[in-house]
Nanobody, 119 residues
Framework: QVQLVESGGGSVQAGGSLRLSCAASGHTICISTMAWYRQAPGKERELVASITSGNYTNTADSVKGRFTISRDFAKNTLYLQMNSLKPEDTAVYYC?????????????WGQGTQVTVSS
């Protein structure tokens, strides 16, 4: 099993910055691609950014140029640096890990961290 714990959320004014962290523990050998998703009230969960085990990244158009995803393999930690935050970035942010071929085919999710951006 893999456990994911997010941290770093909070309240910030528009134009501000936050850095989210997602610490992985347990059978981390089971983790391949990791990603950040977010879900705003009344909306579906959406992909924000992802990063493969080879450090290839993919970022949603809505946050491109403002958000940066990164990964520290030694610390088993995923990050999301969020700059120039906008009120529409307000959401619960979730960390997700895809399973590697070595492990059962079940996605892993964190519990989420709230980000609130005020205008």
């Amino acid at each position: 099993q893999v456990q994911l714990v997010e941290s770093g959320g909070g309240s910030v004014q528009a134009g501000g910055s936050l850095r989210l962290s997602c610490a992985a523990s347990g059978h981390t050998i089971c983790i391949s691609t990791m990603a950040w998703y977010r879900q705003a009230p009344g909306k579906e969960r959406e992909l924000v950014a992802s990063i493969t085990s080879g450090n290839y990244t993919n970022t949603a158009d809505s946050v491109k140029g403002r958000f940066t995803i990164s990964r520290d393999f030694a610390k088993n930690t995923l990050y999301l640096q969020m700059n120039s935050l906008k009120p529409e970035d307000t959401a619960v942010y979730y960390c997700k890990a895809d399973p590697s071929v070595l492990c059962p085919p079940s996605d892993y999710w964190g519990q989420g961290t709230q980000v609130t951006v005020s205008s």
